[in-house]
T-cell receptor, first 113, second 113 residues
Framework: KAGVTQTPRYLIKTRGQQVTLSCSPI?????VSWYQQTPGQGLQFLFE???????NKGNFPGRFSGRQFSNSRSEMNVSTLELGDSALYLC????????????FGEGSRLTVL | TQLLEQSPQFLSIQEGENLTVYCNSS?????LQWYRQEPGEGPVLLVT?????EVKKLKRLTFQFGDARKDSSLHITAAQTGDTGLYLC?????????????FGKGTHLIIQP
């Protein structure tokens, strides 16, 4: 079966801009979570959506937001980009919320100049 | 806030050697997961352990969960170049108020031919 698909794979933005990343989960998975991965902090939880509702949110500023559509596809948005937002953004889908196996996409690598 | 410490941070060994990497938690694990992340890809789940003292084997990989459920080890026998990657441990909280998976920063493993 098709895995988790993230687009775009790579993107470059400048400070102050905003970015939207997309994630298509595995068919049948209703839980989608987002993580930020940086060399210094490792993988950090951003938020998790289940059936179009945000169920949990990590400790990130309000510039980071997301949503989930009725087909379980999810988007995350980062506004007013800062240099420190440069990271690999990973999306993961799951059959259950948080306690089950996570299936990760390949990630979207964001570079902020 | 739970902290997961992984050691060593970096490990480079020759093919055929054995190795062990560790994951220690500041609090009792709910359930411990080990992931492997290869360059340019998202993490892939290797195993989930739940019961203190549990040992699971996955071909040449042996996962051990401490009796007190605060530590875990991953032992690789006769390492192969295909074992190269970032090994991550993670804990998940079940029930309300979950914060997503908490990840350690990982062990970067390089197996040289």
């Amino acid at each position: 079966k098709a895995g988790v698909t993230q687009t775009p794979r790579y993107l470059i933005k400048t400070r102050g801009q905003q970015v939207t990343l997309s994630c298509s989960p595995i068919s049948g998975h209703r839980s989608v979570s987002w993580y930020q991965q940086t060399p210094g902090q490792g993988l950090q939880f951003l938020f998790e959506y289940f059936s179009e509702t945000q169920r949990n949110k990590g400790n990130f500023p309000g510039r980071f937001s997301g949503r989930q559509f009725s087909n379980s596809r999810s988007e995350m948005n980062v506004s007013t980009l800062e240099l420190g937002d440069s990271a690999l953004y990973l999306c993961a889908s799951s059959l259950r919320t948080l306690t089950g196996e996570l299936f990760f996409g390949e990630g979207s690598r964001l570079t902020v100049l | 806030t739970q902290l997961l410490e992984q050691s060593p941070q970096f490990l480079s060994i020759q093919e055929g050697e054995n190795l062990t990497v560790y994951c220690n938690s500041s609090s009792v694990f709910s359930s411990l997961q080990w992931y492997r992340q290869e360059p340019g890809e998202g993490p892939v789940l290797l195993v989930t352990v739940v019961t203190g003292g549990e040992v699971k084997k996955l071909k040449r990989l042996t996962f051990q969960f401490g009796d007190a459920r605060k530590d875990s080890s991953l032992h690789i026998t006769a390492a192969q170049t295909g074992d190269t990657g970032l090994y991550l441990c993670a804990d998940s909280y079940s029930g309300g108020g979950a914060d997503g998976l908490t990840f350690g920063k990982g062990t970067h493993l390089i197996i040289q031919p």
